[in-house]
């Protein structure tokens, strides 16, 4: 079909200026300390990865950077906005999206309306305009479906379109739930564990689509991997958790030949 | 004609955004919408209409706004009566003391004070979720009860708490044969479809499935819980009040409060389990099963003259009626609009199935 | 899975649904001869069609049973006696109502076409279906009898054209009630300062006698407590406690069903006299005692057609249904308190009838055909003797005006075993109800935008 | 322990509203005393019924709306069976009855739905009480029929001296009384002491870890619905002999409802101290609260204790969305 004139603005890689910066941030359930002053910031543009061992409280971190949990010290600042705790609709509409580890995806939606669903926060028209389906309604639901075609093509997710997520098989679905993400057109993604229990040529194919978002959209990605390789080829800088402590941040080869790291994961393997 | 969508090519959204994408769905539709306006108001006979039809036509529209709040929100209600009963109520003092308005209009503002009902009664569904919210929405269902039977206004001071209608003059034409009646709710029910489809397409739909299907999720991209909860509560209770409002001038004539008691409830509930949740089109399904099964029930031994006791005979309804329920449940737990899905697909197949 | 089984439900369901749509359209077509399909006994012409709508299910069936029991023998007596209302047979249906008002609805849609001219008279014995049925009755024209029970207001002829309640409605019990308790007090003028409690079932039915009781209390300076029970009746702790709390000097009782024993078991457990709790004729027959047991005993009510007990009308039907074995319910409850008012109730439908052949032949009568003999009825001693119901019923007569006919009642008191009825009988006081019956025809005249009849044109 | 503060100020009005009467000198204290009693009484029979809930639920995941009918059922049965043989044969032949209704109702309804979601289950167990409605007065009839658990009826005063006008006591309560109380003390050894109890503990705590240690979750399930037939029969019973059987006493159940709600669905503990709560509470609002509300807003009539109940469940959930004693959850995502 015609490429029609789109929202999502095409730039080539750039690393600017800080974007996001955790400041040091605790948080415990009851007694289990998740999260022990952790901090680090990230960078626009950049591809940012947290990895650790089990438990080191890498989701956790996430979830407070999008505000599904509230630190019970440390604040964040996104865009030079403070917050001690948000609200995870505030953290979407500032631009911060993610996927999740396991697939959260709207299991009796179709795969067309799971997408659609990551744009609602810029659908604007009315209970009754809907209702009634007129005009403007009807015009910026062709518009937004005009932008989730977009991003199907970019995922490669055509023949699906009008299947239940909750059918498809799991590389798909993990797809599909950054397809969902992508469609807010964020600043931030946060990816959880993004090839989790995928084959080779499927985690070939998530990095290709991660990369190329991360260029071509000019989206910053934080991600959380267990795949070294994989965080070593695409991350730009990583932080290292481990008991919910921050043991190390910086470049790969850094992190790679930092000798608390390497205790860590020996210590995590045996 | 065979039922195929091939060769049905979509060049633009637009025409991939409709209601019925296939073209034989259309003209099925079509054809069934002039059956109902054409040929059964001549064929049918007042027992059909005043028994089976218009109770129907006027429950579907309760089933259709229980279902977006069941079936798309995943918020479960057994409370809803109440908000038809509220319906009734308003409807009933605005044609009472404000006699010049048209009755449309009185229908309308009916549906936003069981709206408002609905929303209050939809707060705590913001703290407690699925059988605590169902357990907690029959508050709703008892207090009205209360409320219409004690607060005098309500009724108008009559001494026996029971309020009577007239005949309702819509712009000159007065229902009142059941053949308007009859009518008169058939086009209402279709606006009320066709509105309702159209939500559950839009962007507020989404919004609801989300919720129902990962609430955290659906927060997590930009979609706000209360949002979605509470405009489901409020649309869906804006639906019951409507035809609260109906069931009592179109259908009761004169009703007390336990007109909207409990076992309605319960009924608008099996209405949408058994006809499918989630699918409006099931609304109708269930609408028909619930309204016509216990009338049958009870008259299936006469019509094969079989001698036996009213007694009996309703008590073997009951029985039925819940063993049917049950056998449903287990057989079909999507309700009949997945059977008539199912057979649509059989049919899109045939006669090359492969 | 088994989608084979699935589909073969589905269609099953609907090939239900549509089946019992066409039978209903048969079955209701005024004409259709396809009906007789659905009852032997409604071939034919020459047949007078009763409906008869009953609750023999439910939290009310222990007193809706021997009511329709009644109701149903007395029918069957018609015929086996008499062949029938002066030769023109008498069919009859059953309809399950449960006491609920929709289900009612829908029974009288489906009884009031059958028959060759359809049916005869209603007798929904529930005040809420009476309401809903009044309104459908101005366009229908069929007659409701509402005998002692239904709307207070429905005397009023003018207005209320096709309601009859017959005998008595809750205000004429009400009054005689206040009557009562004031000539114990030693005239009504002595009530000042007294208090009276309405312990009554939170519905129509309940609330229907609360205007005339404020009027006298109005009149008499008593003070009325309202407590209403929620249906079906068996939460009661609190009302009671309300009622040891207040020490009211008399209970109304104004129950239904399962309410009533209920009732009476609160009343032993907080300690209230029985002597001092008078219940409506409703409330007064054996179900509602007879739970209770010894504690019962010295319990009081209104009776006002009907006390318990056999006439000659039983005998018969005993001879003529029971030993032919035809009978309805089981011997021995013959004569119940709700058995006789059921007679009495199917009795004066059959009266109309013969009232109405007088004017318009010895053939099945239409619904407004059958009005007139209501209206016209002029039920004496003689006709209750006659009827083998003496001392079973007071008199009643009835004109286009006044469709009750009689406002006549007396009071029974359960000695443990059987009911004793007082001597003395109370008559309403029209002067206090007349107005209020007339005000409130003339408000729902006004709501419904009815136009008033005029008797005297009718009349001849 | 930030979060328990909204429960305990909630508490401490609720508190304030049970002695209000008593301070600001609304009733004697001799009454105010019956009216306790007479809540405790009803929180009893609630509690009873509340208890079939939880027991079905914490094993089955499974919102029992047939409860009632099952009340009405057993009573039936027992009421019944007594016109023919001595109590005590009725009601070991109503156990009898009961189990082999559990059996039934697992085999016909829970295994062939196993796994659906909470909505359709609750659906069927309504499906249930029609069937059992019907079923009940088909084979019991459908009119009042009594228990005589040969109790006096006319109620003792006691206390005479120390409130003027004493206090009425009726025995048939205080025997009720003390069978609930016989009840939980069973069921409590139940659940602790025996194999089968901490089975259906297991069950309540995790169905895949129950499974994994070899508990058939079929015979569970008839267990529990058969302990709840039991709890059944003893509430109806003592309901029965209170008020005589008939079909009225499956809709009180629902009485029972608010009760789990406020006590949280999977706890025996909150069942029971719940049921007193609402009861006493729904008793004191009708004496003492409705009478003003009727004089204020010029009422046709109190009746509050309808929906009193609810309200103040709502009130508690909206503060502790657990309930009573149901335990706090965590979304992970």
């Known amino acids: 079909m015609t490429a029609p004139e789109t929202h999502l603005h095409f730039q080539g890689r750039n690393v600017g200026e800080v974007i996001l910066s955790v400041e040091g941030v605790s948080l415990a359930f009851g007694g289990v300390k998740a999260l022990q002053d952790v901090s680090f910031d990230v960078r626009e543009h950049e591809v940012r990865a947290i990895i650790g061992p089990n438990g080191a409280g890498k989701s956790s971190m996430l979830n407070v950077i999008n505000g599904v949990y509230h630190p019970q010290r440390g604040r964040i600042r996104f865009k030079e906005r403070q917050f001690t705790d948000m609200d995870p609709h505030e953290a979407a509409v500032l631009g911060i999206a993610r996927t999740f580890q396991n697939i959260a995806l709207f299991k009796g939606m179709s795969v067309l309306d799971n997408i659609m669903a990551g744009r609602n926060l810029r659908m604007r028209s009315g209970i009754l305009a809907q209702a009634l389906r007129i005009g403007p309604a009807l015009k910026e639901e062709i518009a937004h479906r005009q932008e989730v075609e977009r991003i199907i093509d970019f995922l490669e997710l055509q023949p699906y379109r009008k299947t239940q997520a909750g059918r498809l098989p799991y590389g798909l679905q993990k797809r599909v739930d950054l397809g969902r993400a992508l469609a807010s057109e964020p600043k931030m993604l946060l990816l959880d564990e993004p090839m989790a229990g995928m084959n080779l040529e499927e985690k070939q194919d998530m990095c290709r689509f991660i990369l190329d978002a991360n260029d071509q959209l000019g989206t910053t990605i934080v991600l959380i991997e267990h795949d070294m390789g994989v965080v070593m080829d695409i991350s730009d800088r990583v932080v290292v958790l481990d008991y919910g402590r921050k043991i190390a941040d910086g470049t790969p080869d850094e992190v790679r030949n930092n000798q608390a790291v390497v205790e860590a994961y020996l210590g995590a393997s045996h | 004609m065979l039922y195929r969508e091939n060769g049905q090519f979509k060049s633009t959204y637009a025409a991939d955004l409709q209601m019925l994408p296939i073209l034989q769905d259309r003209l099925f539709m079509f054809g069934l919408i002039a059956f109902a306006f054409l040929v059964v108001p001549f064929a049918a006979s007042d027992y059909l209409f005043l028994s089976i039809l218009i109770p129907f036509l006027i429950l579907t529209v309760a089933a259709i706004g229980l279902n977006l709040l069941v079936g798309y929100c995943g918020q479960i209600s057994i409370g809803h009566a109440a908000f038809m009963a509220v319906g009734a109520y308003a409807a009933y003092n605005l044609w009472l003391r404000v006699p010049w308005m048209n009755f449309l209009v009185v229908l309308v503002l009916a549906g936003f004070c069981a709206a408002a009902a609905g929303m209050i009664f939809g707060i705590p569904s913001l703290r407690i979720k699925g059988l605590y919210l169902a357990v907690a929405t029959l508050a709703a269902q008892f207090f009205s009860d209360w409320v219409f039977a004690r607060v005098k206004w309500f009724t108008d001071y009559a001494h026996s708490g029971s309020v009577s209608t007239a005949p309702i003059d819509l712009f000159g034409w007065t229902i009142d044969t059941p053949t308007d009646k009859y009518l008169f709710l058939l086009a209402v029910l279709i606006v009320f479809t066709i509105l309702a489809k159209n939500l559950t397409r839009g962007h507020l739909g989404r919004a609801w499935m989300a919720t129902r299907d990962m609430d955290v999720a659906a927060e997590v991209i930009g979609i706000r819980p209360v949002y979605a909860k509470l405009t489901a509560f409020a649309i869906s209770a804006f639906y019951c009040g409507v035809a609260g409002a109906l069931w009592g001038f179109m259908y009761l004539g004169a009703w007390e409060p336990l007109a909207f008691n409990l076992t309605l409830s319960l009924n608008l509930l099996f209405m949408i389990i058994i006809g499918g949740m989630g699918s409006i089109l099931g609304s109708y399904f269930g609408a028909a099963f619930i309204v016509a099964l216990p009338i049958i029930l009870n008259q299936v031994p006469q019509w094969f003259g079989i001698p036996i006791s009213t007694a009996t005979a309703s008590h073997l309804e009951f029985m039925i009626f819940g063993a049917l329920i049950v056998l449903f449940l287990i057989l079909e737990p999507h309700g009949i609009a997945r059977l008539w899905a199912v057979g649509k697909e059989k049919l899109r197949l045939w006669p090359f199935p492969h | 899975m088994n989608l084979k089984l699935k589909a073969g439900l589905a269609c099953v369901a609907l090939a239900l649904a549509s089946a019992g749509a066409v039978a209903q359209d048969k079955a209701a077509a005024k004409k259709a001869p396809a009906k007789a399909a659905a009852k032997a006994e409604a071939k034919g012409s020459g047949e007078q069609f009763f409906p008869v709508l009953v609750y023999r299910t439910g939290p009310y069936a222990p007193n809706g049973v021997p009511f329709a029991n009644g109701y149903v023998d007395y029918l069957k007596l018609v015929n086996a006696r008499d062949g029938g209302i002066n030769g023109v047979k008498i069919t009859f249906e059953e309809c399950e109502t449960g006491y609920a008002t929709d289900r009612g609805v829908e029974c009288y849609e489906r009884l009031k076409g059958k028959g060759p001219t359809g049916a005869t008279v209603f007798q929904p014995l529930s005040t809420g279906i009476t309401f809903a049925l009044t309104d459908k009755s101005f366009s229908d024209h069929i007659p409701l009898i509402t005998a002692g029970y239904g709307r207070a207001d429905s005397v009023d002829g003018t207005v209320f054209g096709w309601n009859f309640p017959l005998g008595g409605t809750y205000w004429d019990a009400a009054d005689m009630l206040v009557q009562h308790v004031g000539k114990k007090e030693g005239g009504v003028d002595k009530l000042k300062g007294k208090k009276i409690a309405l312990v009554y079932h939170d519905s129509p039915y309940g609330k229907e006698p609360i205007a005339l009781l404020q009027e006298r209390a109005k009149m008499h300076g008593y003070q009325l407590l309202l407590l209403p029970v929620t249906h079906p009746g068996v939460e009661q702790k609190a009302t009671w406690l309300q009622i040891r709390q207040n020490r009211p000097d008399y209970v109304f009782l104004w129950g239904w069903g399962v309410m009533n024993s209920t009732s009476v078991k609160e009343a032993i457990a907080t300690g209230y006299p029985r002597e001092k709790m008078y219940g409506v004729w409703w409330s007064g027959a054996e179900p509602d005692v007879l739970p209770a047991g010894e504690g019962a005993k010295g319990y009081n009510a209104l009776v006002f057609l009907a006390p318990a007990g056999q006439g000659a009308v039983h005998k018969d039907i005993i001879r003529h249904v029971y030993d032919k074995g035809q009978g309805t319910g089981k011997k021995e409850d013959i004569g119940e308190v709700l058995y006789n008012r059921g007679l009495v109730s199917a009795m004066m439908g059959v009266e109309a009838v013969k009232r109405a052949q007088i004017r318009y032949g010895r053939k099945p009568l239409k619904g407004e055909q059958v009005r007139w003999g209501l209206e016209n009825l002029a039920i004496d001693e003689g006709a209750i003797k006659r009827l083998g119901l003496n001392g079973f019923m007071t008199p009643i007569s009835t004109s286009c005006v006044e469709h009750a006919g009689g406002h006549r009642g007396g009071i029974h008191i359960w000695d443990g075993k059987k009911w004793n009825v007082q001597k003395d009988v109370y008559e309403a006081d029209q002067s206090i109800l007349k107005p209020m019956i007339r005000a409130s025809a003339q408000k729902y005249a006004q709501e419904k935008k009815l136009t008033i009849r005029d008797c005297a044109k009718e009349s001849q | ?333």
Do not use: C
């Not at chain 4, 009005?13 to 105010?32: E, Q, T």
């Not at chain 4, 006493?249 to 029972?256: D, E, H, N, P, Q």
């Open chain 4, 1 to 333: 322990m930030k979060r328990h503060v909204p429960v305990l100020v909630l508490a401490a009005v609720l508190l304030a509203g049970l002695f209000a009467p008593l301070v600001l000198k609304l009733s004697a204290p001799g009454f105010w005393t019956e009216v306790l009693l007479g809540g405790l009484m009803a929180g009893v029979l609630y509690s009873l019924v509340a208890l079939g809930f939880v027991l079905i639920f914490k094993a089955s995941g499974v919102f029992n709306f047939a409860q009632g009918a099952m009340v009405l059922f057993a009573a039936l049965a027992v009421a019944r069976l007594s016109e023919r043989m001595p109590l005590w044969v009725a009601i070991l032949l109503a156990v009898a009855i009961m189990v082999a209704l559990a059996w039934l109702v697992e085999r016909l309804v829970l295994r062939p739905l196993v796994n659906q979601e909470g909505v359709a289950l609750l659906m069927a167990t309504l499906g249930v009480t029609y069937f059992l409605d019907g079923f009940g007065q088909t084979v019991w009839g459908s009119d009042i029929y009594s228990i005589d658990l040969g109790i006096a009826r006319e109620p003792v005063m006691v206390l005479e001296k120390v409130f003027e006008g004493g206090i009425l006591i009726n025995r048939d309560d205080v025997a009720a009384a003390v069978v609930a109380i016989i009840l939980v003390g069973l069921l409590a050894l139940f659940f602790q002491k025996t194999a089968t109890g901490r089975a259906l503990r297991a069950v309540a705590d995790d169905h895949q870890a129950a499974m994994s240690i070899g508990i058939p979750l079929n015979r569970i399930w008839v267990i529990v619905w058969s302990v709840a037939g039991i709890v059944a029969i003893v509430a109806g019973v003592i309901w029965g002999g209170k008020l005589g059987v008939q079909f009225s006493i499956s809709l009180v159940a629902l009485k029972a409802l608010p009760v789990v709600i406020l006590g949280g669905f999977t706890s025996i503990p909150g069942a029971i101290l719940g049921g007193l709560i609402i009861g006493v509470g729904e008793k004191m609002a009708e004496v003492f609260l409705g009478p003003p509300l009727v004089q204020m807003f010029d009422l046709a009539g109190g009746g509050i204790e309808n929906w009193f109940a609810y309200m103040l469940a709502l009130l508690f959930l909206l503060v502790r969305p657990e309930g009573l004693f149901g335990e706090k959850h965590i979304d992970r995502v």
